[in-house]
């Protein structure tokens, strides 16, 4: 009857041992910059853009440091311009975040966790996003810097109200030995399908034309931020 108890012992400590904190919780906010080709360009015109991300992801780890994750985030999406070389017409103008439209995403991601030390990690994933594109705007808007000088951007429809994106991400996180986490990320996402086509046209003096830029997106981005987490055990 000992031999049993300590052998049961034995094996609940086991499999605590093998199940301690192999799934985690963690919130990933940040900013991420949006990346947009520009067609007649001529260096005059550059993306600007800075607006939030959120995500809450689910990951189970395993023992040989190998990682699976999911879970789902959304981000604003947003058409911004910094105008340069244009005389009195050099400023940051465009859509403001609401906008443009708004993006859900259910991420899918493999990776491998090392262990630089007993509480500091690095975490390499790479994988899938599924995004679906919705709370559009078609309203064009106009900026100005003085008198005449117009900046308007119309903008048009989505091509695809989805997309997927290939995505990769860093994360350097110090975890406790009660399973908390904070950490930094930095992480970019490549677009396959064509997203997205806004029209530019800088006037002035008495409405006269002299730059119209062609802005199309296949969604991509960078992010980067910071990531609160907490591993617990599942039996």
Known sequence: MRKSVILFIFLCVSVFSLNAQNNEISLNTGIHYDIFHIDND???????IMAPVVKLNYSKF?????????????????????????????????????????????????????????????????????EVYFYESVNS?????????????????????????????????????????IGLFVSYHAGIFRV????????????????????TTNGSYFASGISLSKAFSVL
């Open 42 to 48: 001529g260096e005059n015109c550059k993306p600007a």
């Open 62 to 130: 395993f023992p040989n440091n190998t990682f699976i994750s999911t879970g789902i985030g959304f981000h604003n999406y947003s058409l911004a311009i910094k105008i340069k070389g244009f005389g009195l017409f050099d400023s940051k103008w465009g859509y403001e975040y609401s906008d443009a439209y708004l993006s859900g995403f259910v991420p899918i991601y493999f990776g491998y966790k090392f262990d630089l030390t007993e509480k500091l990690h690095l975490l390499l994933s790479m994988g899938l996003d599924a």
């Open 141 to 181: 808007q106009n900026g100005g810097y003085t008198g005449d000088n117009v900046f308007q951007v119309e903008h048009e429809k989505l091509y695809n109200r989805c997309n997927l994106l290939m995505g990769n991400q860093v994360l350097l996180k110090y975890q406790n030995e009660k399973g908390f986490g």
């Open 196 to 215: 997205f086509e806004s029209t530019g046209t800088l006037s002035y003096d008495g409405g006269e034309t002299v730059y119209s830029p062609d802005f």
